[in-house]
């Protein structure tokens, strides 16, 4: 990044007031898509109440959806030397800054090659992160009343899987650049006591693959599982027993919930799903509604 003069304004006074809040050691990262799909920047607006913070997690619309990394270990975020020209009397010329670059290592459950395939998708969409640290701060870039995630580089974006060894654990290495044109001078935090939260606490959703066992004019039976777990046993996606766990939409014409009508699960992770008030023929869509959770299928009602 190549920061230019302000001509009109000499030194900057740098004086500061007590009790400056800063940043802690880098703990995780909130992916959050640049712009949403109707080309709105995603950010949070600092004139708007404190926002619902799972809300922006379980967000229905994927381009607006806040998507939590789990607890780093050994976070580096080195900054590259700035770069110069030098002429050969020895005078130099300021050209840019140099990159700043993060990586970092994620262990245990969150090391599986499952994660590592979701996270190489990554790469194919514009993305910036929210950093937080240890302390539980959000921290991100404040312009114009917004705080907008940091910029990343995204084809720069570098997920690996490492196998345990004699000596080291199973671990998933993540590395990436920051956009060479952010200003880091532009980098704010929120508090956990500004937000109600520790920014720690939240978790990413948690896909469900639900597959049609069967289906009749007035029941619907289908299992319910996660990507995770070995080759032969997917881990189920159990306790989901209320209707209000639940959503069907009519996707032929106007996309509205229908009712549930009831639900009963048996054995863990088979679902059967009352269906009531569907019309023959019409395309519907029966998708979780539980938060933390995201999944559908798509069925023709007979």
Known sequence: MSLGCNCDSGLSNSGQPNCVPI????????????????GTLNGLDLSASVPVWSDLINEADSSKRWFPIGAFENVELPKADSQFEEANSGKMAFLRQGKRSFSGELWSEDSTPTL????????????????????????????DGYLYPIPVDNPSFDPRFNFATDSTVQKLMVAFDVDRLF????????????????????DGLVDVNLTEDSLSATTLVTTATFDYGTAYNPLKYKGAGSPSD????????AVVPLAVGGVSEAPDGTYSITLVGLSVGDVYEFRTSKDGFEGKLTFTAV
């Open 23 to 38: 940043f802690s050691v880098t703990s995780g990262l909130i992916m959050v898509p640049l712009k949403a799909n109707d």
């Open 116 to 143: 590592l395939g979701k996270l190489q998708l990554n790469r194919c969409v514009d993305f910036g992160v929210y950093i937080v640290d240890v302390n539980g701060n959000l921290i991100g870039s404040k312009s």
């Open 246 to 253: 639940w959503d069907i939409y009519d996707s032929t014409g």
């Open 183 to 202: 200003d880091e001078s532009t980098m704010y935090m929120v508090t956990p006591d500004e937000a109600g939260i520790n920014f720690n606490d939240l």
